[in-house]
């Protein structure tokens, strides 16, 4: 047996002819919370200077979030098993709103962590609903495709808070670009309630009690390949997220003195390589046969770039080495069509929701942990971008390790 299994479980689901349109609607959502998740990178100079913020509390500042966005997973997964797409994130959505005005109105590090909590429990739903209505709803085939068409579509998020979240803050400040974000959830949240729509289950499709659906996702834990794609997952996107969302700023303005605005245009850069590379990867999938040993090779050679930016050789060498790691980060578009193929589809939705989870809990722990390593490297004088690029880069290789070691999920290898 592949996947926990009941009747209800077991049942075979087709594709019911989705839409393009309400797919991009869905991805509005999944933008905003790409903004939310890279907003420390640009905002944590000025963050610092005002509320007088260590390094460990810039850390724990972005991982709120990430600490919120993955913990609420599971039961994002359950609502949208249950209640369906549209109604589970329109349910959470204003949340996000809510947590953006506060975090503008902060007036010190305890309103602003809540702040970002609430955002985080707002966005939770956000990408998974989009893995979801493709899952359901386009042919398995264009199920890689088309994911990485909304990775890079929802990464505009990412490139607002580049040179754009970077000139509003020099012109005004940090919190007014929590106001605008704020702003944009709203029109985001209002979009999906006017227009979006969601094919009806099939006829006479199961369904689940709470108690059943909370009993499927235990039993998922129990798959002996589960361990393996958690531990890849916890440390794929963090890795990236940590460059990209956290240490770009503060990198390049206090170990090279670059300004806020130019910090912001290599923000854009980065985020537009990465963008690239998503759909560059997703078309170039080779299938169950070879996808793990791409997913391998990708994660050690971002690993060899970690370690490379920990030498910190130069600007221009840190340049080349963070423009290679998003070049690279694409590969992870990967990991959707393995946990596909690795779990049975009545429960695409829940195995969806705790991969979710694995990446964002990795990201928060990552955040939180390099931002320690930076406080307690800067108490001994020591330059702490050498320790934070050399933590991420043993993290990447022992969940490396891990993926190849752990045992293989039997569907992935009957597809093969």
């Known amino acids: 047996m592949t996947a926990a299994s009941s009747p209800a479980q077991t049942t075979q689901t087709a594709p019911t002819g989705g839409s393009w349109a309400a797919l991009l609607l869905l991805t509005t959502g999944f933008a905003m919370s790409q903004a939310f998740r890279t907003i420390a990178a640009i905002m944590a ?39 369906g797409v549209r109604r589970t994130i329109l349910a959470a959505a204003p949340l996000m709103v809510a947590g953006a005005v506060m975090s503008a109105l902060a007036s010190n ?11 985080g429990i707002g966005c939770a739903p956000a990408f998974l609903v989009c893995t979801v209505y493709i899952a359901r709803h386009f042919p398995p085939a264009r199920y890689t495709m088309v994911s990485s068409i909304i990775l890079a579509v929802g990464g505009v998020g990412m490139l607002a808070t580049g040179t754009p979240l970077a000139w509003l803050i020099e012109v005004s400040s940090w919190r007014m670009g929590f106001w605008v974000l704020a702003g944009c959830a709203a029109l985001s949240w209002g979009a999906i309630a006017l227009w979006m729509r969601e094919p009806p289950p099939p006829a006479g499709a199961p369904r689940e009690s709470l108690r059943e659906a909370v009993r499927t996702f235990g039993a998922l834990f129990r798959l002996p390949h589960t361990l393996g794609i958690m531990a890849l997952a916890l440390v794929t996107y963090a890795s990236f997220v940590a460059l990209r969302g956290l240490w770009l700023g503060p990198l390049m303005m206090q170990r090279h003195g670059w300004s806020l605005v130019a910090t912001g245009n290599l923000a854009v850069v980065l985020t537009v390589v990465a963008l690239v590379s998503l759909p560059l990867f997703g078309r170039l999938d080779p299938g169950p046969r070879r996808r793990r040993s791409w997913m391998l090779v990708g994660t050690v050679v971002s690993a060899a770039l970690f370690a490379l930016l920990a030498l910190g050789a130069s600007a221009p060498m840190d340049v080349v080495a963070m423009l290679l790691v998003c070049a690279v980060s694409g590969y992870a578009t990967l990991q959707y069509p393995d946990v596909k193929d690795a779990y049975e589809p009545a429960v695409i939705g829940r195995a969806m929701a705790l991969f979710t989870m694995a990446l964002f809990m990795g990201v928060a722990l990552v955040q939180w942990l390099t931002g320690a390593i930076a406080s307690i490297a800067q108490a001994h004088g020591i330059d702490p971008f050498g320790p934070v690029f050399g933590c991420i880069a043993l993290l990447l290789a022992l969940g490396a390790l891990a993926f190849r070691e752990l045992p293989q999920p039997a569907r992935t290898q009957e597809r093969a």
């Open 45 to 83: 100079e000025p963050l610092q200077a005002e509320l007088h913020l260590s390094p460990q509390q810039l850390g724990v500042f972005a991982a709120a979030y990430h600490f919120a966005f993955g913990a609420l997973q599971l039961f994002m997964g359950i609502g949208i098993d249950m209640h």
């Open 109 to 119: 590090f305890s309103w602003l962590v809540i702040g970002q909590i609430l955002i």
